[in-house]
């Protein structure tokens, strides 16, 4: 099945830096590449998501990449402020006609934005 | 617009005692799925629910059971309980052709 490695698993940038977070994956029939944001007591939520006919995406400060010759995708975050301190997680996605229960998780990355 | 909603949110067990975790959506989704999360592990998906009236397992189903009552409610079950089924509980749904999937707020669930 898919396995998906994200690193770091825990990050410290400073205000107004940029924090860049990478995840790997093994099954090269993933398609889907999805992005979320999970604050302390919630539930995660999508921040942003890549197909694989796309190489890059972005939205505002948040940008994601997608190397699929490489396996991998990041998650570009510029000028980081407080409020974007939480835990994000990668996943992957092999996809299907119903939904997403092909989709894997990679292990979380603990952001904090110090001031 | 409640999204997806699950009770209760917080939970102590004894080993050996049963309970059930329900959910609902109010976004007439189709899929529906149970996660676990772990610190360190990430989320991984206990079982799912493709549409109304079908459920099948994911990654980690031992221990555990699901009812797809109809579109709106999918429930979990613990039948007895044991401490490695402590863990947060979430539920989430999708409208079920490889979209967002939307998540509860978690239910944090111990079992002493």
């Known amino acids: 099945g898919e396995n998906v490695e994200q690193h770091p698993s825990t990050l410290s940038v400073q205000e107004g830096d940029s924090a860049v977070i990478k995840c790997t994956y093994s099954?090269?029939?993933?398609?889907?590449f999805p992005w979320y944001k999970q604050e302390l007591g919630k539930g995660p939520q999508l921040i942003i998501d890549?197909?694989?006919?796309?190489g890059e995406k972005k939205d505002q400060r948040i940008a994601v990449t997608l190397n699929k010759t490489a396996k991998h995708f990041s998650l570009h975050i510029t000028e980081t402020q407080p409020e974007d301190s939480a835990v994000y997680f990668c996943?992957?996605?092999?996809?299907?006609?119903?939904?997403?229960?092909?989709?894997?998780f990679g292990t979380g990355t603990r952001l904090t934005i110090i001031p | 617009n409640a999204g997806v909603t699950q009770t209760p949110k917080f939970q102590v067990l004894k080993t050996g005692q049963s309970m059930t975790l329900q959910c609902a959506q109010d976004?007439?989704?189709?899929?529906m799925y149970w996660y676990r999360q772990d610190p360190g592990m990430g989320l991984r998906l206990i079982y799912y629910?493709?549409?109304?009236?079908?459920?099948d397992k994911g990654e980690v189903p031992n221990g555990y059971n699901v009812s797809r009552l109809n579109k709106r409610e999918f429930s979990l079950r613990l039948e007895s309980a044991a401490p490695s089924q402590t863990s947060v509980y979430f539920c989430?749904?999708?409208?079920?052709?490889?979209?967002?999937?939307?998540f509860g707020e978690g239910s944090w669930l111990t079992v002493v």
């Open positions: 996943a992957a996605s092999t996809g299907s006609h119903f939904g997403n229960e092909k989709l894997t």
């Open positions: 099954d090269s029939a993933s398609n889907y």
């Open positions: 890549i197909r694989s006919n796309v």
């Open positions: 976004m007439n989704h189709n899929s």
């Open positions: 629910s493709a549409s109304e009236g079908t459920t």
């Open positions: 989430a749904s999708e409208i079920g052709t490889g979209n967002t999937i939307y």
